[in-house]
């Protein structure tokens, strides 16, 4: 028995690296848990990695006071929204490389990647110009006190203006998962993420001959490590050996492609949008409650976005699986796969969930001491991780749908429970009803629960598997 045991040890441990390395792209065949792991571990790694990134760069951001960790949380729901987007593009590269890759051609592949980036270059122009001229209307839509505008302004132009490399470096990593090479968009990002966390506490704090430059080093930071990871990606895709490879005559723009693509990312960017939307609403209503309550919040955010992207690895997982399979001609494998991949992410989550309900409290208290943000900010891990096991399904049927190219479906999910239910919920809860941020705090569990459940009676339709990319 103890032989058999070490067997399967080892076998695992062999598949482990097989996933790392990424010596496997083609999931069409085989073992579906086989294709999970492989394609999911890089993923996980992957995320766990940029949920890392958050944790530490709050934990080095939040001593240099309330304020900062103020500017940081209300820029972060400004840039949301070109993260949305960045996804959204991502998703829509992921979909078509992915559909392109199950039908067994990468030169199709390689010209739809082209096409992506070209998209991506556009959009980011317009944000870069809109963030560097109004970083102070901005903050000050968000409802930020004077003192955060005066002295955080310079962090969110930063940010802003910087925006190319995060879009970059998200479109990029949806173009190598699309292809299965997840663990080159693995690598890409924790070469990113190491630098950033690196350069962090030496820009925010200084060290030798560098200045201490305080929330301007941490804006600094994350440029540099997002431009690093982001030439380590387009030296793979013009010089890699890797399946997507980009020639010269990939480079030509080619209008009808960069149409479905905008149309795929049009779906995608709103479901998110909606979300982004949502959830700058629901700042706001924590903001009337103050500083602390809005300090606790971001703190706890980025503790969930720590549990919460490595799931979301599992499900960007379960969308190249889609996509592989139905470019295949195989939709009873990629549904099969999808639900393979939700109950494997319910096991995940429903063990997080359960950490954060018992030792919320002492999570927290390793980012500060200060009693109301503590408080705060525990109860918002509480209330929210409640909704865990539903949202593990949820993250992951939606994301099936996007990989599919059915960004309809989850984009009709998103505005009803987020618009028409969490926004209104909040609000009532927090101010009509008096309970506060726990008001805000309770609706998101319970507007993700329920839109988790509407995802599993859609998905099971299979109206998704009939979607032409």
């Not at 579906?32 to 709050?58: C, G, H, K, Q, Y």
């Not at 999808?338 to 109950?343: L, T």
Request: hydrophobic share 55%; proline share 3%.
């Amino acid at each position: 028995m103890q032989q058999a045991a070490d067997n399967r040890l080892r076998r695992v441990f062999r598949l482990f690296i097989s996933a790392v390395s990424g010596t496997e792209t083609e999931f069409t065949t085989g073992s579906i848990d086989r294709a999970i792991f492989l394609l999911s571990v890089p993923m996980i790694l992957e995320m766990v990695m940029e949920s890392l990134l958050a944790v530490v760069d709050i934990f080095f951001v939040s001593k240099l006071g309330t304020h900062a960790i103020t500017t940081v949380g209300l820029t972060e729901s400004i840039l949301t929204i070109v993260y949305t987007i960045a996804f959204g593009m991502s998703m829509a590269a992921t979909a078509v490389v992915a559909r392109r890759t199950g039908e067994k051609n990468p030169d199709a592949a390689a010209h739809s990647a082209v096409q992506s980036l070209y998209i991506a270059l556009g959009f980011s122009l317009v944000i870069s110009i809109v963030g560097v001229v109004f970083a102070r209307d901005l903050l000050s839509l968000m409802g930020a006190p004077a003192d955060v505008v005066e002295h955080g302004n310079i962090y969110t132009r930063m940010i802003m203006g910087s925006n190319l490399v995060v879009v970059l470096l998200f479109l990029i990593n949806g173009i190598f998962r699309g292809a299965g090479d997840a663990a080159m968009a693995m690598r890409s990002l924790w070469i990113a993420n190491i630098v950033n966390i690196i350069l962090c506490p030496v820009f925010i704090n200084g060290l030798g001959p560098v200045p201490a430059m305080g929330l301007m080093g941490a804006a600094l930071a994350i440029c540099i490590g997002r431009g690093v990871g982001v030439c380590y990606q387009l030296y793979n895709l013009f010089g890699g050996k890797g399946l997507i490879r980009i020639a010269a005559h990939h480079l030509k723009p080619d209008f009808p492609l960069i149409g479905k693509l905008l149309k795929i990312a049009a779906g995608s960017t709103a479901q998110l949008l909606i979300n982004t939307t949502s959830w700058i609403f629901l700042v706001r209503v924590i903001a009337r409650f103050g500083e602390e309550a809005v300090a606790g919040y971001t703190v706890a955010i980025r503790v969930v976005i720590f549990t919460i992207l490595p799931a979301s690895g599992m499900a960007n997982a379960a969308a190249a699986l889609v996509g592989q399979n139905l470019g295949a001609g195989q939709p009873e494998r990629a549904e099969r796969s999808v639900w393979r991949a939700a109950f494997f992410n319910m096991i995940f989550l429903g063990c997080v969930s359960l950490f954060f309900i018992l030792l919320a409290k002492p999570v927290i208290l390793l980012f500060t001491q200060d009693e109301a943000v503590v408080n705060y900010g525990a109860q918002a891990l509480q209330l929210v991780s409640l909704g865990y096991i539903f949202y593990a399904y949820g993250m992951v049927l939606s994301q099936s749908f996007n990989g599919a190219g059915d960004t309809r479906t989850p984009t009709i999910i998103n505005l009803i429970g987020f618009w028409m239910f969490q926004m209104p919920l909040a609000w009532a809860l927090a101010v009509h009803y008096e309970w506060g941020p726990a008001g805000v705090f309770t609706a998101i569990a319970a507007a993700e629960s329920a839109m988790a459940i509407a995802s599993i009676i859609i998905f099971r339709k299979g109206w998704w598997k009939r979607v032409k990319v």
